[in-house]
């Protein structure tokens, strides 16, 4: 069964550096979204992405974060100067034509601490 | 907008016990309810959705829910749980536009002993 992929599965940073969380969604999945979840706290929403450009953010999205889909599989998050409280897990998912009743294919998750 | 509380942070239950994780949501919007589980080290994973019909849904693993429009709640139930039901679980709720976010609740840790 196709599955959405996350590189790496924990990453370790110093706070002020970037990183580059990477999500290969499924394959025909037009709709990409990025979640976090800090430990003990709820799952969050943070970016829906299609059609080359940002579909719906939240307030936690602000100008550190982007994302982009440099090519036709990977789909990548970057933090641009991190800080102590970006220390989370990082959830990427997709789905087909983003439809509300869709299911959510979700990835394994990428443990970011910033030291 | 959109919020859910789930009102139990950890379920301790023993084998072959009936478990019932509960679910509250708040919206201003008519929205798609959903549950998932998190294993060990796993990503998340649908165990069931409400999106219409009837009340009371049917998903993988022989969990089931019952949505409660008057209660405005979704609550998740299994009849006889097992020691690999030992998860995390979320229950989620989104409005009906396309491309709009999941809402989560912070998640009810089951944990199944013999």
């Known amino acids: 069964e196709p599955e959405v992929t996350q590189t790496p599965s924990h990453q370790v940073t110093q706070m002020g550096q970037e990183v580059i969380l990477r999500c290969v969604p499924i394959s025909n999945h037009l709709y990409f979204y990025w979640y976090r979840q800090i430990l003990g706290q709820k799952v969050e929403f943070l970016v829906s992405?299609?059609?080359?450009?940002?579909?719906?953010k939240s307030e936690i999205f602000d100008d550190q974060f982007s994302v982009e889909r440099p090519d036709g599989s990977n789909f990548t998050l970057k933090i641009r100067s991190t800080k102590l409280e970006d220390s989370a897990m990082y959830f990427c998912?997709?789905?087909?034509?983003?439809?509300?009743?869709?299911?959510?294919?979700f990835g394994p998750g990428t443990r970011l601490l910033v030291l | 907008a959109q919020s859910v509380t789930q009102l139990d942070s950890q379920v301790p239950v023993f084998e072959e016990a009936p478990v019932e994780l509960r679910c509250n949501y708040s919206?201003?919007?008519?929205?798609?309810l959903f549950w998932y589980v998190q294993y060990p080290n796993q990503g998340l994973q649908l165990l069931l959705k409400y999106l219409s019909g009837s009340t009371l849904v049917k998903g993988i693993n022989g969990f089931e829910a019952e949505f409660n429009k008057s209660q405005t709640s979704f609550h998740l139930r299994k009849p006889s749980v097992h020691i690999s039901d030992t998860a995390e679980y979320f229950c989620?709720?989104?409005?009906?536009?396309?491309?709009?976010?999941?809402?989560f609740g912070k998640g009810t840790t089951l944990s199944v002993s013999s």
């Open positions: 998912a997709s789905t087909t034509s983003g439809g509300a009743q869709e299911t959510q294919y």
């Open positions: 992405f299609y059609n080359n450009e940002i579909s719906e």
């Open positions: 919206s201003s919007v008519s929205v798609y």
């Open positions: 989620a709720v989104r409005a009906l536009q396309a491309g709009t976010a999941l809402i």
